[in-house]
């Protein structure tokens, strides 16, 4: 409990005074999970109590086992709270109405294995109030945007992980929905299918949605959340902004280019004179996500066997250097319009 | 096939009973209704309080109730029951239910192994193993399919991502319901189809020529056809002017020919069978008998049994005001020959409309030997038409009891008799039809110390013949009705228990339904404490130690009581569970209906199609609760 008041105190420095509509609010949510005979198995979730605003991107983060997917199962009226409430755009969680403007992608890719990616969206599309019409643009639209277009008539059966759960995706928002949620949704993706999938979050953000998600890939969720909530055996131990919580504020970061050894030195020696401690000056590595993507970029522009780097070629060395130019286009844009947009709150 | 009274009902009789209102369908349903909303209510708030405490509880029923009200039914929408039911009909076809029309034909090809090739009826032997078969296998599908697919889906969590879609949980079970009612009509067409050709094709034969030919005196042919198919057909033909002969076979193995030969030919033409695939549209009348003495009283002659093995109906609704069962069919009554006892049937609607080349007469009368008398010839009967009101009567038409079979007689448009003052030629629809278009027959025995039984559907009037397709066609729209039953309770149960549990208890309920009748008639020997092996208890023990059904159980006095008290809490629970399902064999006799070549009448059809109606709204409604108050993802 006291950690869940310091989270609301985190919270609220930053908050603006600007009152902002509430999407989902859970009131002391706990949940426990009985057998057939009402004896208890487990406590998954202890008294929760988090509100996930509009247009806000919310990240739900806990070791397995945490009690993350039950509180999006209680969110959707799967569950049943043993204690507490859910209202979800100020209703019951277990009304089915709220459900238009809802999507859910669910753990796993729970779908029918024996239609196709097409009948799917239009099986799921038809369970809403929309014309015919809408449906099949719906459709090809989010066939396109999951990019199945050349899988599109095959049964769900023969489909690879990956590609189930962009079905899965598509599904999700066959209804154009105002309210995301996303159980773990890079699982299963490659890393350009992780990446297009962090951007179409953001991209849904700034249409307006909002989006809740739950994860443990720590780097997904800090590239793309606003804020987080961190669950540990059912309970929350943290909550509040990405930024605010990663910030370290003793120490300062800086990025050069082109710097001799001699400027680096003499740098160290401006900082040991200011009573600073030099942590360390090096120069950046980059990830592997920037190497895959930088590989896969370069294939699609020129199809065939890659010639791969001999002994004498240090592979490192060719990252490190296509890094500098990926980086600024592939990792950090995406980011930087979210700590504008912090600014500006 | 005997009729029952209760198949006399016309549909408004059956649903208000005029005289015995508490044993009418209506109440009964509307009893149902209520014990099943108030079992509803009690269980769900139970339930709802053992995990919310006493007062949350009952808010938490009566937002159910009003969600039910407020947003489920009317948000109920056709197009996401339609998308359901499709997907419902996909998933049923991809887990091959097909195979069932495979297992069909196979078992049609086979069949024409095992029918009895020299039944007296071929009909009624191939149309009543078609529908049995189709009946059986349809009832088994439905069970299959509609059991697991709704614990399938929850099993393999594709429910979440359904009702995670703004889907009530009506249209979940609607969608099941109506996908398997598609899958069921979509077998269900075609093996209406292959049956009826194999029917068809299966009594269709020639006979090869004429055995033998004989002209009479007085200018006909008479002879035999030659022997196919284990029977031979005896006939008459008359010559026209020309030389042409022409003429029809007398009946065999319930069927006739018709026989031409042109007189420039030396060949007999014979036609294709006909007269097999009857559906005799009849019209009852109504019956009462003359005792002994001459006394009228509405039961014949009891010879003994007939009562006992009837049966005895649910006592339903009576046994709350504490009237017990009393028998509920009316078996044979009885006439005996050689006094004033008889048989008297009133017929409705005798006109020259219905009847245009005389009246033909129907009988399937029993016969009960009291001794040996003249054991190579049946029972000899006569009848006797009489204007009710004027008392004019034709003299006695006498005829030989055929037994099992249905006898024909034709009764001329004029006839010999007696219009009250002296003998003469009556004319049937105007000396012997009253005013009001009703005639009187009167069936005697003339055989003495012999007996003739008859109930009130054995003896009837054939104003026309239905088309067999249609009969046949509805004998079909019957086994989908039962499919329909089956379907809604097995996704009724499927919404609370998993598939193997809810087929068994789908499968305990139609067989109760089917042993219904067994368990009221074991209800009224413990009512009248007769001994008949008892309960089940009762009979175990009496399996065990070998005694026989009738002799008091051998035990001590203490464990007899215990036996029997279980005994009764046992079979007055399933008395209870059997009254309140569906009554599945009156629904399977339409087959019967078929079979014997008697047009299955509308009323019949109407009743079954109200009860099927009726249960499935009950059905749906349980359904209904148990998804909306299930955890999906518990
Ligand atoms: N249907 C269930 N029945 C019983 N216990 C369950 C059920 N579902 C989850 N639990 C338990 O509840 C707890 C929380 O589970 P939950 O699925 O919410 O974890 P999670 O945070 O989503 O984990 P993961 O990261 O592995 O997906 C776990 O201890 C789990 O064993
Ligand atoms: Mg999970």
């Known amino acids: 409990m006291e950690t869940n008041t310091s989270a609301v105190a985190t919270e609220a420095a930053p908050a603006s005074p600007v009152e902002r509509e509430v999407v989902i609010e859970t009131r002391n949510l706990s949940k426990i999970y009985r057998d057939f005979w009402g004896r208890k198995k487990v406590q998954a979730l202890k008294s929760l109590d988090i509100e996930v605003q509009k247009g806000e991107i919310f990240g739900l983060l806990g070791p397995n086992g945490s009690g993350k997917s039950t509180t999006i199962k209680l969110i959707l009226g799967l569950l049943f709270p043993t204690s507490g409430r859910v209202l979800v755009f100020d209703k019951d969680a277990t009304e089915t109405r709220k459900n238009e403007r809802i999507g859910y992608l669910p753990e796993e890719s729970y779908l029918y294995k024996f239609l196709t990616a097409e009948e799917t969206l239009d099986f799921y599309g038809r369970l809403f109030d929309m014309s015919g019409e809408d449906r099949r643009r719906r459709v090809e639209e989010l066939i396109k945007l999951v990019g199945l277009e050349h899988a599109r008539h095959r049964q769900l059966r023969e489909y690879s992980k990956g590609m189930t759960r962009r079905v899965g995706l598509a599904q999700a928002l066959i209804n154009d929905p105002d309210l995301i949620m996303l159980d773990e949704p890079t699982t299963g993706l490659d890393p350009i299918g992780t990446r297009e999938m962090k951007d179409l979050i953001l991209n849904l953000r700034d249409q307006g949605k909002t989006v809740l998600l739950c994860s443990h890939q720590l780097a997904d969720v800090q590239d793309v959340c606003d804020r987080v909530a961190i669950l540990h055996q059912g309970e929350l131990k943290e909550l509040g902004r990405v930024s605010d919580l990663l910030k370290v504020q003793d120490v300062t970061e800086v990025h050069a280019r082109g710097l001799s050894e001699q400027a680096k030195s003499e740098i160290a020696e401006v900082i040991r004179r200011h009573g600073g401690e030099v942590e360390s000056i090096d120069n950046p590595t980059a990830t592997m996500e920037d190497l895959f993507l930088n590989i896969v970029r370069e294939s699609e522009a020129r199809p065939g066997a890659r010639r791969l780097s001999t002994a004498g070629d240090d592979p490192a060395a060719s990252a490190a250097s296509a890094a500098p130019s990926a980086e600024p286009s592939a990792s950090d844009q995406p980011a930087s319009p979210k700590r504008d947009g912090d600014a500006a709150e | ?634």
């Open chain 2, 1 to 634: 096939m005997t009729l029952q009274p209760e198949d006399f009902w016309s549909y408004g009789e059956w649903l208000l009973r005029p005289n015995a209102f508490l044993r009418s369908a209506l109440l009964q349903g509307v009893v149902l209704t209520v014990l099943a909303i108030l079992v509803g209510l009690v269980l769900g708030y139970l339930l709802a309080a053992a995990r919310k405490g006493p007062s949350e509880g009952f808010y938490a029923v009566a937002r159910v109730i009003r969600e039910m009200f407020v947003f489920d039914l009317p948000g109920t929408s056709v197009r996401r029951v339609y998308a359901l039911s499709r997907l419902a009909f996909k998933e049923a076809i991809r887990r091959r239910v097909l195979v069932v029309a495979g297992v069909f034909v196979v078992i049609l090809l086979f069949a024409g192994w095992y029918l009895n090739p020299k039944s007296d009826d071929p009909a009624q032997l191939y149309i009543s193993f078609v529908l049995t078969a189709t009946n059986y296998l349809i009832l088994l599908l439905a069970l299959f399919i509609s059991c697991f697919s709704i614990p399938a889906d929850i099993q393999n969590k594709t429910l979440y991502t359904i009702v995670t879609k703004p889907v009530r949980p009506t249209e979940i079970v609607l969608g099941r319901i109506f996908g398997f009612a598609a899958v069921g009509t979509c077998l269900l067409v075609p093996m209406g189809l292959a049956s009826y050709l194999f029917v068809k094709g299966g009594l269709n034969h020639d006979h090869a020529g004429i055995q033998e030919i004989e002209q009479q005196a007085d200018g006909t042919y008479v002879g035999k056809t030659t022997y196919d198919r284990h029977h031979q057909h005896t006939f008459t033909l008359t010559a026209d002017e020309a030389g042409n002969l022409e003429g029809v076979t007398d009946i065999a193995q319930g069927h006739q020919h018709s026989i031409t030969k042109a007189a420039d030919s030396e060949t007999y033409v014979i036609g294709p069978p006909t007269g097999a695939l009857t559906a005799r549209v009849p019209s009852y009348g109504s019956l009462y008998f003359l005792s002994r003495t001459g006394q009228r009283s509405e039961q014949g002659i009891d010879t003994g049994q007939e009562k006992g093995d009837g049966g005895y109906g649910s006592a339903g609704l009576e046994r709350l005001i504490g009237r017990t069962s009393q028998a509920n069919r009316i078996e044979f009554g009885y006439v005996e020959g050689g006094n004033l006892s008889a048989g008297i049937y009133t017929f409705d609607d005798v006109t020259p409309g219905r009847y245009q080349d005389g009246l033909p007469l129907q009988m399937n009368l029993r016969a009960y030997r009291a001794h040996k008398g003249k054991i190579d010839r049946g029972l000899r009967g006569t009848v006797t038409l009489r204007n009710p009101d004027t008392g004019a009567a034709s003299n006695a038409l006498t005829f030989i009891v055929d037994e099992y079979e249905v006898d024909e007689l034709m009764i001329p448009e004029t006839l010999a008799g007696n219009d009250g003052q002296r003998n003469r030629d009556l004319n049937l629809f105007e000396d012997l039809v009253n005013e009001n278009g009703q005639l009187q027959l009167e069936i005697r025995c003339l055989d003495r110390g012999q007996y003739l039984g008859m109930t009130q559907g054995d003896v009837f009037l054939k104003p026309r013949e239905n088309p067999f397709a249609w009969n046949f066609a509805k004998a079909y729209i019957s086994i989908w009705l039962q499919m329909i039953m089956v379907i809604s309770f097995g996704v009724m149960f499927s919404t609370f228990l998993n598939g193997a549990v809810a087929m068994l208890l789908t499968l305990v309920c139609v067989l109760l339904g089917f042993s219904a009748e067994t368990i009221y008639d074991v209800r009224h020997h413990i009512d009248i404490n007769k001994p008949m092996g008892g309960g089940p208890l009762e009979s175990m023990i009496r399996i065990a130690k070998q005694d026989a059904m009738t002799t008091e159980l051998d035990v001590d006095t203490l464990t007899s009581k215990i036996v029997k008290g279980v005994d009764t809490v046992i079979v007055y629970s399933m008395d209870v569970v059997a009254t309140s399902l569906p009554n599945l064999p009156k629904m399977v006799e339409t087959a019967e209906y078929a079979a014997n070549g008697f047009d299955i009448f509308g009323s019949l059809l109407a009743r079954h199609a109200t009860t099927t109606l009726a249960y499935l709204l009950l059905t749906f409604f349980v359904s209904y609760f148990c998804l909306k108050t299930r955890e999906i993802a518990a």
